[in-house]
């Protein structure tokens, strides 16, 4: 679209990795994975979700913070996959505003990216809203500004006992005997090929004797020695993956096993 927009012409929000124009209101599922952190939570949490123009605001909500950013992806700096991203954003979790935005500008794109369709502003007033002088020159925002940004990430937690939770092996001892969480015996998986690492541990690619499976096991080396932020994230990714254990647009987690060392989460393979 370089050099080519002017007056007469409408750019349309799409689905940013279809190379196809979809019928108005279209309930297709054929999700791009580039396209997850641009895409209504309601269609990520419903695949026969009909995507509408409410959807559209919500797609530009996200543009509009990308901008702020000077074009970094949505949550392309952390080492969640990209089914856990949208695991997060069903939840409520989106970016945090960008130091020197405009507190009105930030205001606007929170609103476009509500998680509730009935929030978000009407199409008719997007222009007016847009082009207000304050959303350039008004208040900048910084990190101690008094601003209401908790649109921005819905799902805060709110830890009753932060202390058990950096016990990631008591928690997930608890959460199995819950029944929150399927547990695999680790002896079930052979063939075990690591194919990645990272601040977290290692991942493999190994194979499920019971369902004759290949599938990738996600390690959490328990180590006292290890950063409570790894804990924290990996503890909250449990969290999420047990709410929407099976979702039909992310891949699937099917529960977690663990050996002396590690706790592991175990996902379809892809």
């Not at 690619?205 to 804990?231: F, G, R, S």
């Amino acid at each position: 679209m370089e050099k080519s927009l002017k007056d007469g012409i409408i750019a349309i929000i799409i689905d940013f990795g279809l190379s196809k124009v979809l019928p108005r209101n279209s309930n297709s599922n054929q999700l791009i994975i580039g396209s997850i952190p641009f895409l209504d939570p309601e269609k990520l949490s419903d695949g026969n979700y009909a995507l509408n123009y409410k959807s559209d605001i919500y797609s530009l909500g996200v543009i509009l913070w990308e901008i702020t950013s000077n074009g970094r992806p949505p949550f392309n700096n952390i080492n969640y996959s990209l089914s856990i991203i949208a695991i997060n954003i069903i939840s409520g979790v989106r970016e945090k505003p960008i130091k020197g935005s405009t507190i009105s500008f930030i205001g606007l794109y929170t609103d476009f990216w509500n998680g509730n369709p009935k929030f978000r502003p009407e199409i008719k007033n997007v222009y007016k809203l847009i082009h207000q002088k304050d959303m350039i020159y008004g208040e900048k925002w910084n990190r101690t500004s008094k601003i209401n940004v908790s649109d921005i990430d819905q799902t805060k937690s709110k830890r009753a006992n932060k202390q058990e939770d950096k016990q990631p092996a008591k928690w997930l001892d608890k959460a199995v005997s819950d029944g929150h969480i399927n547990y695999v015996k680790y002896d079930k998986f052979t063939d075990h090929i690591e194919i990645g690492s990272g601040g977290f541990g290692r991942v493999f690619k190994c194979k499920w004797k019971d369902n004759e499976l290949i599938v990738a096991l996600k390690c959490l080396k328990v180590d006292t020695n290890i950063d409570e932020e790894i804990i924290e994230d990996f503890i909250n990714e449990l969290n999420l993956l047990r709410k929407v254990c099976s979702h039909p647009n992310v891949i699937t987690f099917h529960g977690v096993t663990k050996d002396d060392s590690e706790i592991m989460e175990l996902y379809k393979n892809i």
